[in-house]
Nanobody, 123 residues
Framework: QVQLVESGGGLVQAGGSLRLSCAAS????????MGWFRQSPEKEREFVAT????????YYADSVKGRFTISRDNSKNTFYLQMNTLKPEDTAVYFC????????????????WGQGTQVTVSS
């Protein structure tokens, strides 16, 4: 099992940056693919980025490509989402998630979820 706790959300002006962290506990973290997702009111949870267990493979949603960077440090059982050049449309609750096997963009295929952290980007 994997337990996940996000941190690093907050309020930032458009064009600013934030770094989200997701601290994981559980023996299988280092072998799990990890993902970031976000959800705005009245919208479905959407894919943001995913990373393979060893960090060699990453994949991003088109809406964040070139602005966000996903990374992980297995020695610290933590993975990250660096968000630059933030836009008001990035405002959402951000969730980290874990799954065994390949990194995927479908949230229904992730087994473990954090509680979410709010990111608000003002214009």
């Amino acid at each position: 099992q994997v337990q996940l706790v996000e941190s690093g959300g907050g309020l930032v002006q458009a064009g600013g940056s934030l770094r989200l962290s997701c601290a994981a506990s559980g023996r299988t973290f280092s072998s799990s693919a990890m993902g970031w997702f976000r959800q705005s009111p009245e919208k479905e949870r959407e894919f943001v980025a995913t990373i393979s267990w060893n960090g060699d493979y990453t994949y991003y949603a088109d809406s964040v490509k070139g602005r966000f960077t996903i990374s992980r440090d297995n020695s610290k059982n933590t993975f990250y989402l660096q968000m630059n050049t933030l836009k008001p449309e990035d405002t959402a609750v951000y969730f980290c998630a874990a799954r065994s096997g390949h990194p995927l963009s479908n949230p229904r295929l992730y087994n473990y979820w954090g509680q979410g952290t709010q990111v608000t980007v003002s214009s």
